[in-house]
Nanobody, 126 residues
Framework: QVQPVESGGGLVQAGGSLRLSCAAS????????MGWFRQAPGKERDLVAA????????YYADSVKGRFTISRDNAKNTVYLQMTSLKPEDTATYYC???????????????????WGQGTQVTVSS
C-alpha cells in the first residue's frame, strides 16, 4: 500500500516561497510517477507539476512554469514542490499523488494516479 503524506503548507505573502514535501511509503517508490495537484474553492482539481522515474521527466502547468520546481529524492521516498514568487491565485489545497501503473511515466490527468494524500493548504496573501 502506498500512502502519500503532504507537509509544508501554510500562509505566505505574495512574492514569498514555500516548499511542499510528500513522503510516500512503498519499496518501489523510485518507479512511481508523482504528481502535485491543487484545488481552489469552487474550482476543479488541476495538475500543477509531475515527475516521472526518468531523469528530466517533468511537467509543469503553464501557470507555474518558471516559479515552481518539482524534484524527488528516491532515497527518502519523497517528492518536493518548491514554490517561489507565489501569487494569491496560487492559494489552494495541494495534493500529492502517486501513479504506479505506467512504469514511472507521469500522467497529465487524475485518472493516471492511484494513491492520493489528504492535502495541505497553501494560502498566499496579497
Amino acid at each position: 500500500q502506498v500512502q502519500p503524506v503532504e507537509s509544508g503548507g501554510g500562509l505566505v505573502q505574495a512574492g514569498g516561497s514555500l516548499r511542499l514535501s510528500c513522503a510516500a511509503s512503498g519499496r518501489a517508490f523510485s518507479t512511481f510517477a508523482m504528481g502535485w495537484f491543487r484545488q481552489a474553492p469552487g474550482k476543479e482539481r488541476d495538475l500543477v507539476a509531475a515527475i516521472g522515474r526518468a531523469v528530466g521527466s517533468t511537467y509543469y502547468a503553464d501557470s507555474v512554469k518558471g516559479r515552481f520546481t518539482i524534484s524527488r529524492d528516491n532515497a527518502k521516498n519523497t517528492v518536493y514542490l518548491q514554490m517561489t514568487s507565489l501569487k494569491p491565485e496560487d492559494t489552494a489545497t495541494y495534493y500529492c499523488a502517486a501513479g504506479v501503473r505506467y512504469s514511472g511515466s507521469y500522467s497529465g490527468t487524475e485518472s493516471g494516479y492511484d494513491y492520493w494524500g489528504q492535502g495541505t493548504q497553501v494560502t498566499v496573501s496579497s
